[in-house]
């Protein structure tokens, strides 16, 4: 099912790559980009997680803020932060309540194998706490791209 553009943003409340709790409250008034990804360290999270780095500057002047959600630890988090010098939030949703709760969380296939895991998703959150875009399908490698230009339009 999961969450569809016009409804309320599930809340959330979860620790950052620092230890550092956030959840959706704390962003009233702002754009939030949430992200969410498999696992930190792999070939197509960190093209996807380098990209946003790449065009966090020109989101951030829309008045955007960037959060990625896997469920990896907040160690692992840290460590992928450090290794790339990612500039904005990684959630650790080691629980995967958010990930249940936004409805990323499902079936995947991958060589042949059948698995639980986070589908690639994104969501646009706007100063309200209402969804304002939702993004099902993402390519990671110009996902960052993407969102900047979306983002553009809907924020002017």
Known sequence: MGVKEGKKAPNFKLA???GDVHQLEDYKGKWVVVYFY???NTPGCTKEACNFRDNIKPIEKLGAKVIGVSVDSVKKHANFVAKYDLPFTLLADVDQKMVNDYGVWGLKKFMG????????MTFI??????????YPKVKATIHGEEVLNDLKSITQ
């Not at 194998?113 to 690639?120: A, D, T």
């Open 113 to 120: 194998r059948e698995y639980m895991g986070i589908n690639r």
């Open 38 to 40: 498999p696992k930190d």
């Open 125 to 134: 959150i706007d100063p309200t706490g209402k969804v304002a875009k939702v």
């Open 16 to 18: 950052d790559q620092n």
